[in-house]
T-cell receptor
Framework: SQQGEEDPQALSIQEGENATMNCSYK?????LQWYRQNSGRGLVHLIL?????REKHSGRLRVTLDTSKKSSSLLITASRAADTASYFC????????????FGKGTRLSVIA | DAGITQSPRHKVTETGTPVTLRCHQT?????MYWYRQDPGHGLRLIHY???????DKGEVSDGYSVSRSKTEDFLLTLESATSSQTSVYFC????????????FGSGTRLTVV
């Protein structure tokens, strides 16, 4: 299975600290995406990074991609209590023509 | 989420009964997906559709069927519900498979007793 694996499974930090989550996957990809899920809600798209990109920023989010190691990281800077959620990486395959495969997620708790 | 609705939001049903979940979109997107979310497994793809009457199986399709007779509606049917199908079911849509991004519904929590 291509399913990504996020690490750690759970993370608890203080408000204002940075949160880093990692994702590993198994086969070549076209792009990698990160999604967020608040408790009891659907997933919301955060950011997409293409296989030929190494780093991407969006507000307080920074995503890196290392295709040689088949891994990605999501950094949330200056975290807020409202960032408390589960975060999932999702990948397609190299063709870009397959449905996304989601990892198992990292549960982030930001304590005020 | 705007543009995609799932119904019902919650359902309790008995083992052996058929159940149909509905996903409705107003975005005119070509692709629609059904995922299930379970603790320890994340989201797993059940079935997806790439157009009216065009569907394909996902990773965990056994025990499920789908139909898409109109662009806006994608139905997921559990032919004979089992306790292992207790889960939260999410529908998602995208204009292009895999990219640029999926929009998810709010989910249906299904309990099979």
């Amino acid at each position: 299975s291509q399913q990504g694996e996020e690490d750690p499974q759970a993370l608890s930090i203080q408000e204002g600290e940075n949160a880093t989550m990692n994702c590993s996957y198994k086969t070549s990809i076209n792009n990698l995406q990160w999604y967020r899920q608040n408790s009891g809600r659907g997933l919301v798209h955060l950011i997409l990074i293409r296989s030929n990109e190494r780093e991407k920023h969006s507000g307080r989010l920074r995503v890196t991609l290392d295709t040689s190691k088949k891994s990605s990281s999501l950094l949330i800077t200056a975290s807020r209590a409202a960032d408390t959620a589960s975060y999932f990486c999702a990948t397609d395959d190299r063709s870009g023509n397959t449905p996304l495969v989601f990892g198992k997620g990292t549960r982030l708790s930001v304590i005020a | 989420d705007a543009g995609i609705t799932q119904s019902p939001r919650h359902k309790v049903t008995e083992t052996g009964t058929p159940v149909t979940l509905r996903c409705h979109q107003t975005e005119n997107h070509r692709y629609m997906y059904w995922y299930r979310q379970d603790p320890g497994h994340g989201l797993r793809l059940i079935h997806y559709s790439y157009g009216v009457k065009d569907t394909d199986k996902g990773e965990v399709s056994d025990g499920y069927s789908v139909s898409r007779s109109k662009t806006e509606d994608f139905l997921l049917t559990l032919e004979s519900a089992t306790s292992s199908q207790t889960s939260v079911y999410f529908c998602a849509i995208s204009a292009v498979v895999g990219t640029p991004r999926y929009t998810f519904g709010s989910g249906t929590r299904l309990t099979v007793v």
